[in-house]
């Protein structure tokens, strides 16, 4: 089983900064395409970012240019850097990773990001 654990939340005021981590078990998390996703009350859960194994990011058009999504192999550990928050941003937000195309998903439980003055 992989196991991914999720930390870094917090409350910001708008503006600021946040790093998530999200800390992979197993020993095939380089092979893994990781994402983080985000969800708000009341709202489904979205895509914020991805990173294949070749490190090719993607991101979601609300919050392309304000984050980064990075992975550490050695560390077993994917990142996302949170820049210039929004009230908007406020979710909890987790991780997610997946071997094949279509094999299983693996979810964290979430870290909680508040923007509010």
């Known amino acids: 089983q992989v196991q991914l654990v999720e930390s870094g939340g917090g409350l910001v005021q708008p503006g600021g900064s946040l790093r998530l981590s999200c800390a992979a078990s197993?020993?095939?998390?380089?092979?893994?395409?990781m994402g983080w996703y985000r969800q708000a009350p009341g709202k489904q859960r979205e895509l914020v970012a991805t990173?294949?194994?070749?490190?090719?990011?993607n991101y979601a058009d609300s919050v392309k240019g304000r984050f980064t999504i990075s992975r550490d192999n050695a560390k077993n550990t994917v990142y996302l850097q949170l820049n210039s928050l929004k009230p908007e941003d406020t979710a909890v937000y987790y991780c997610?990773?997946?071997?094949?195309?279509?094999?299983?998903?693996?979810w964290g439980q979430g870290t909680q990001v508040t923007v509010s003055s």
């Open positions: 997610n990773g997946r071997v094949v195309p279509y094999g299983p998903e693996y």
């Open positions: 990173i294949t194994p070749g490190v090719s990011r």
């Open positions: 197993g020993s095939i998390f380089s092979i893994a395409s």
